[in-house]
């Protein structure tokens, strides 16, 4: 009888710990639509969508725990735990959560994730700053649109092409500057039998700033525009066979979904110049930003 007490009180305290409460919802011009609900659904192997229809977060498993890539926004988290649970997942079991970049729609929901899962949270040195805060560093070219979320108090520091495990997952932080200061794209293996692929999280390649910020620099800054490139050369040479972008729009994620549901094979996510394709498209976008701030 007490050791069926025991057990059940185990169990409410494990439930307990992993009830998330999410923070305060932010309000933006787009946030109703980035936030709009997505089914879960398999990428490859160990690996999983379990984003909002407009901002991605992934899940990669295993027996010794998981590892979640981005929260979203606050109002996202209940969504990415709700999606976790459908797959047969348990957010306690979550481990890591590794960040991409620390603007409002990536970072906000990390708060209320760690809260629940207890899970480490970890992202590049100049991104922990920003997560440590609640905002963007003021070298952010958003900065100045504010776009504060809620601060994240344990955050691990990740260096440049480190790697970060739980039980026999592994995955790669690759800086990947521009969009932010601490942008970071990450990399790693999924399986399925014997055929493994090389996953890619792509992080934002966009030159998009507050007004007057100039990506070429001014007397406030020096130029981005050299590692900005060498950022989106690095995305264009990883081993790349499935890539999934920040916002799933950039990356055609539920294009894919729908055509994979009509003809599973071939598999429309097995992309390997995919990382190319996007490199290719944000180069492009980088040069017409380049000539804009150049003309008189």
Same mark, same amino acid.
């Not at 494990?14 to 009830?19: D, E, K, N, V």
């Given at each position: 009888?007490?050791?069926?007490?025991?057990?059940?009180?185990?169990?409410?305290?494990?439930?307990?710990?992993?009830?998330?409460?999410?923070?305060?919802?932010?309000?933006?011009?787009?946030?109703?639509?980035?936030?709009?609900?997505?089914?879960?659904?398999?990428?490859?192997?160990?690996?999983?969508?379990?984003?909002?229809?407009?901002?991605?977060?992934?899940?990669?498993?295993?027996?010794?725990?998981?590892?979640?890539?981005?929260?979203?926004?606050?109002?996202?988290?209940?969504?990415?735990?709700?999606?976790?649970?459908?797959?047969?997942?348990?957010?306690?079991?979550?481990?890591?959560?590794?960040?991409?970049?620390?603007?409002?729609?990536?970072?906000?929901?990390?708060?209320?994730?760690?809260?629940? &899962?207890?899970?480490?949270?970890? !992202?590049?040195?100049?991104?922990?700053? /920003?997560? $440590? %805060?609640?905002? *963007?560093? #003021? +070298?952010?070219?958003?900065?100045?649109?504010?776009?504060?979320?809620?601060?994240?108090?344990?955050?691990?520091?990740?260096?440049?092409?480190?790697?970060?495990?739980?039980?026999?997952?592994?995955?790669?932080?690759?800086?990947?500057?521009?969009?932010?200061?601490?942008?970071?794209?990450?990399?790693?293996?999924?399986?399925?039998?014997?055929?493994?692929?090389?996953?890619?999280?792509?992080?934002?390649?966009?030159?998009?700033?507050?007004?007057?910020?100039?990506?070429?620099?001014?007397?406030?800054?020096?130029?981005?525009?050299?590692?900005?490139?060498?950022?989106?050369?690095?995305?264009?040479?990883?081993?790349?066979?499935?890539?999934? &972008?920040?916002?799933?729009?950039? !990356?055609?994620?539920?294009?894919?979904? /729908?055509? $994979? %549901?009509?003809? *599973?094979? #071939? +598999?429309?996510?097995?992309?390997?110049?995919?990382?190319?394709?996007?490199?290719?498209?944000?180069?492009?976008?980088?040069?017409?930003?380049?000539?804009?701030?150049?003309?008189?």
């Amino acid at each position: 009888m007490f050791r069926t007490f025991l057990l059940s009180l185990t169990l409410l305290l494990a439930q307990a710990s992993t009830t998330l409460t999410p923070d305060q919802p932010i309000k933006c011009g787009e946030c109703d639509t980035w936030n709009r609900p997505s089914s879960p659904f398999r990428l490859f192997g160990n690996t999983y969508y379990v984003g909002t229809d407009g901002l991605s977060a992934l899940l990669v498993t295993s027996p010794g725990g998981h590892i979640l890539l981005d929260g979203a926004l606050p109002q996202s988290a209940a969504l990415i735990e709700a999606n976790i649970r459908t797959l047969g997942f348990a957010l306690g079991d979550v481990k890591l959560i590794v960040n991409s970049h620390a603007h409002f729609d990536h970072a906000g929901g990390l708060n209320a994730l760690q809260r629940a &899962s207890r899970a480490e949270v970890a !992202t590049s040195v100049a991104g922990a700053r /920003a997560l $440590r %805060q609640g905002a *963007p560093t #003021p +070298d952010d070219p958003q900065a100045a649109f504010g776009g504060k979320f809620p601060a994240v108090a344990r955050v691990r520091d990740v260096k440049d092409g480190e790697t970060l495990t739980v039980g026999p997952l592994e995955v790669t932080a690759h800086y990947t500057t521009g969009h932010t200061p601490g942008s970071t794209t990450w990399t790693w293996q999924s399986c399925e039998g014997s055929r493994c692929l090389n996953m890619v999280y792509a992080d934002s390649l966009t030159a998009v700033s507050a007004p007057g910020f100039r990506f070429t620099g001014d007397a406030t800054h020096p130029s981005l525009v050299d590692r900005f490139r060498a950022s989106i050369d690095l995305v264009e040479k990883l081993p790349c066979d499935i890539v999934i &972008s920040t916002h799933p729009g950039f !990356t055609r994620i539920q294009e894919k979904l /729908a055509a $994979r %549901q009509k003809q *599973p094979q #071939p +598999d429309p996510f097995y992309e390997p110049d995919g990382c190319r394709t996007y490199a290719a498209e944000a180069r492009k976008r980088l040069e017409q930003r380049i000539a804009d701030e150049k003309k008189p």
